[in-house]
C-alpha cells in the first residue's frame, strides 16, 4: 500500500506543532511533501519542513514542473491521504466554496474522489465562533467527504482562553493512521 501523505500547511501559529507531526509520520516510514501557504511561510520556515520530510516543499503553483504534469495534479495524485495542520480560517472557507487560488486550495481541489482528507483547524477563538466561519465548517461536514478534527478548547497562543486550538500532532497522526486502515 503508498504510505505517502500530502501535509498543507496554512497560516497560523499552531504551524510549529505540524512539525513534531511530520516527525512522527516520517518515524512510521511515511513519505511526506508539504504544501505551505505564502502566509504559512511567515510562520515557520520551509527548510524547516524540507529538513524533516528530506523531501521538497512546495509553495509555488507556477513553478516549473518536471514530471509531465502540473504540480498541482501530481502531488494531488500522489498522495494516499492529505491532511492540512494548522487550518486556516482563511483556507478552510476557500476550500468550503472551492477556491483554487494557491497551491494548497488547487491541490486539495484536485484530490480524487477516495482520498481521505484530514482537516485540523486552528485559530483564535472568536474566529472559530464567527458565523461565517461556522457556516462554513458545517458547509464542509455536510459533504460527508472530509474528516473534520473540530478545534479543542484551552489557552491559545493570543492570550485568550476559548475553542481555537489545534489537536495534538499524536491526535493527527492517530487519525491519519486510522483513515488509512
Ligand atoms: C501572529 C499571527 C497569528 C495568526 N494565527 C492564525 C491562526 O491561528 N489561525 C488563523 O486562521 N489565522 C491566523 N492568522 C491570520 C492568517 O495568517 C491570515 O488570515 C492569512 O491570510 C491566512 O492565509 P492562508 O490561509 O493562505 O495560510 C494569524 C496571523 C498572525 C499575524
Redesign the pocket.
Same mark, same amino acid.
Given at each position: 500500500m503508498k504510505k505517502n501523505i500530502l501535509v498543507g500547511v496554512? =497560516? =497560523?501559529?499552531?504551524s510549529y506543532k505540524t512539525c513534531e507531526l511530520i516527525r512522527l509520520l516520517v518515524k512510521d516510514a511515511f513519505n511526506v511533501k508539504v504544501v505551505m501557504?505564502?502566509? *504559512?511561510t511567515?510562520?515557520v520556515s520551509p527548510l524547516v519542513f524540507q529538513t524533516l520530510c528530506d523531501n521538497p516543499v512546495y509553495l509555488d503553483m507556477f513553478a516549473l514542473f518536471k514530471e509531465d504534469r502540473p504540480q498541482h495534479i501530481d502531488i494531488a495524485q500522489w498522495a494516499s491521504c492529505a491532511v492540512i495542520a #494548522?487550518l486556516? *480560517? /482563511?483556507?478552510?472557507s476557500?476550500i468550503a466554496s472551492g477556491i483554487c487560488d494557491?497551491l494548497?486550495t488547487t491541490v486539495i481541489c484536485a484530490l480524487p474522489g477516495n482520498t481521505k482528507l484530514i482537516l485540523a #483547524?486552528?485559530? /483564535?477563538n472568536c474566529?472559530w465562533e464567527n458565523p461565517l466561519i461556522q457556516k462554513n465548517i458545517q458547509t464542509l461536514k455536510n459533504l460527508k467527504k472530509y474528516i473534520i478534527m473540530p478545534a479543542e478548547k484551552g489557552e491559545l497562543?493570543?492570550g485568550t482562553y476559548g475553542q =481555537?486550538r489545534m489537536p495534538s500532532p499524536e491526535d493527527i497522526y492517530s487519525k491519519i493512521k486510522s483513515a488509512l486502515r
Open positions: 496554512c =497560516g =497560523g501559529i499552531a501557504t505564502e502566509s *504559512a511567515r510562520f #494548522p486556516s *480560517a /482563511n483556507t478552510l476557500k494557491n494548497l #483547524p486552528a485559530m /483564535n474566529m497562543a493570543c =481555537g
